[in-house]
């Protein structure tokens, strides 16, 4: 026996130059001796009821190899065999009891893993939801509780009708978050049921279920809070619509009866029909109408108070606004009572000098014709094209540019660029009356004043009809002569200033 072990080792312990280097190096030298040898691994291996097919795969766990040992060493007849095969039993046994911890050790990891990749597929799917979800919740949060600013009532209606979409929304909302929930619940269900040791928290977001509820609870809250204000800005919002409607239908009606007016005095101030007294009656009548007609200004600004302290900066019901009645308004006031000052001028003119209400006539005829734009005055083109009518011989020659010149110097002295028909009269009747025309008009008030060189204004009252004894009042300078008495009146300074001899 020594001596066959001696002779194994010796055999196995020869130099490594006696080996043939190049049979090492050949593969099929290799292939051939890997099968030889499992063919003799097999040859003991099957007396065990078993065999190998692969040495490197079937020798790893080294279970067949110790079962190659024990049939050897039996078939060697070794003297101590039963002591080596027990110890290869017990070694075999360790063995399999190793192997059947490892496996139980790798089923357990195995399990846990599989428990962890389930805990990561849930982290991974609440991440997912809650992130959107938390993000809705604070974009919600945000425009419940944006200051809204309205202006009209279809403005507040399409607020309401979002909000009610939004509204319609939140079961939808709620079912997603119980379901964000379900899925935490999940998690700590596993981690109860099979003790999982977690380390940490979620690793894909840090939106805790805690935080999810608060923000749900606060979005429930602002809920009624938005509808509530919603509710009071469309109750006024309604009332301001009240306002918009009541002023516009006033307005409506006050701002084209003023342009009508306008219109109707600027006719009245040009037309021929009747005399001029008439004229006047006329628009003595449209102005105390025009005055009656106050009250529904003044309710009208009474609306416009309402709406400005109601905020309400537009109103699709009317073009028109508060300044542009007011404008208005004056202008009309203005327009009467000048249009009334200048028809009592013309009869004033027309009596002081003489002219006949056919000469009137043909002169507002004259004034007219050439009033293209129905302004009521002439511009100077205008104006220079009615006197070459009437026989002016005004031509273009530097000597008929310079009579126009002297002419509009007349009837325009403060060089406004317009002839007023008051103005036409006073140069026509200047032109066409008799050179002692003044003095006449001196001796018929010195006849008035019983001979005096003034006259009072109870005589004036008394001899001329009151529209001409007010006119000629309220024009007549004080007589400051030494014969003078109190109220006294200067009607020659009057009589010269008729025919531009001097200035009233």
């Keep these: 026996m020594d001596h066959y072990d001696s002779q194994q080792t010796n055999d196995y312990m020869q130099p490594e130059?006696?080996?043939d280097r190049d049979l090492l190096l050949d593969p099929a030298w290799e292939k051939q001796q890997r099968k030889t040898f499992t063919a003799w691994c097999n040859s003991h291996l099957r007396k065990a009821g078993t065999q190998i097919e692969n040495i490197e795969e079937d020798f790893r766990d080294g279970l067949k190899l110790m079962l190659l040992l024990e049939v050897i060493s039996g078939e060697l007849d070794y003297y101590d065999s039963p002591s080596v095969n027990a110890r290869c039993q017990k070694i075999c046994d360790q063995w399999d009891n190793l192997g059947a911890l490892t496996q139980k050790r790798r089923e357990a990891l195995e399990r846990t893993e599989k428990l962890l990749e389930t805990i990561d597929q849930l982290y991974l799917e609440y991440a997912k939801r809650a992130a959107p979800f938390n993000n809705w919740m604070e974009g919600a949060m945000e425009d419940l509780q944006d200051t809204f600013i309205v202006h009209t009532i279809e403005e507040i209606q399409g607020l309401t009708t979002a909000h009610e979409q939004f509204k319609a929304t939140l079961p939808d909302a709620d079912k997603e978050r119980l379901a964000i929930l379900g899925i935490?619940?999940?998690?700590?269900?596993?981690?109860?049921?099979?003790?999982?040791?977690?380390?940490?928290?979620?690793?894909?977001?840090?939106?805790?279920?805690?935080?999810i509820n608060g923000k749900w609870d606060h979005v429930r809250q602002l809920v009624p809070r938005?509808?509530?204000?919603?509710?009071?800005?469309?109750?006024?919002?309604q009332h301001n619509e009240r306002l918009r409607k009541q002023f516009g239908a006033q307005a409506n009606v006050i701002g084209p009866w003023i342009q009508t007016k306008m219109e109707e005095i600027g006719r009245i101030s040009i037309e021929m029909h009747g005399t001029l007294e008439d004229q006047l009656s006329h628009l003595r009548q449209y102005e105390k109408s025009i005055v009656n007609y106050k009250p529904k200004i003044d309710q009208l600004e009474g609306d416009?108070?309402?709406?400005?302290?109601?905020?309400?900066?537009?109103n699709k019901h009317t073009n028109y606004t508060m300044e542009h009645i007011r404008v208005g308004w004056e202008q009309l006031l203005t327009t009467i009572a000048r249009t009334?000052?200048?028809?009592e001028n013309q009869i004033l003119t027309r009596d002081a000098k003489g002219i006949s209400q056919e000469q009137m006539s043909e002169f507002r005829a004259s004034f007219n014709h050439f009033d293209r734009d129905h302004s009521g005055t002439l511009g100077p083109e205008e104006f220079k094209a009615c006197l070459?009518?009437?026989g002016y011989d005004i031509g273009n020659d530097p000597q008929g540019e310079a009579e126009f010149a002297r002419i509009m110097s007349i009837v325009d002295p403060n060089r406004l660029g317009v002839v007023t028909f008051q103005a036409f009269i006073d140069f026509m009747s200047r032109e066409t009356a008799d050179?002692?025309?003044?003095?006449?008009?001196?001796?018929?008030?010195k006849i008035l004043a019983g001979d005096k060189n003034y006259i009072t204004m109870d005589e004036l009252r008394r001899e001329l009809p009151p529209d001409q004894a007010e006119y000629c009042i309220a024009r007549m300078a004080p007589y400051t002569g030494p014969d003078a008495v109190p109220g006294a009146l200067d009607y020659m300074s009057f009589s010269t200033a008729l025919y531009g001899e001097s200035d009233l």
């Design 340 to 343: 009334i000052n200048e028809v």
């Design 17 to 19: 130059e006696d080996w």
């Design 435 to 445: 050179t002692d025309t003044a003095d006449q008009v001196m001796a018929s008030f």
């Design 304 to 314: 416009h108070q309402l709406i400005q302290e109601a905020l309400i900066f537009d």
């Design 388 to 390: 070459i009518s009437l």
């Design 226 to 237: 938005r509808d509530q204000a919603l509710t009071e800005e469309h109750a006024r919002q």
């Design 184 to 211: 935490h619940n999940e998690v700590s269900k596993i981690v109860q049921t099979y003790h999982v040791n977690m380390a940490g928290t979620n690793p894909y977001t840090t939106i805790t279920p805690q935080e």
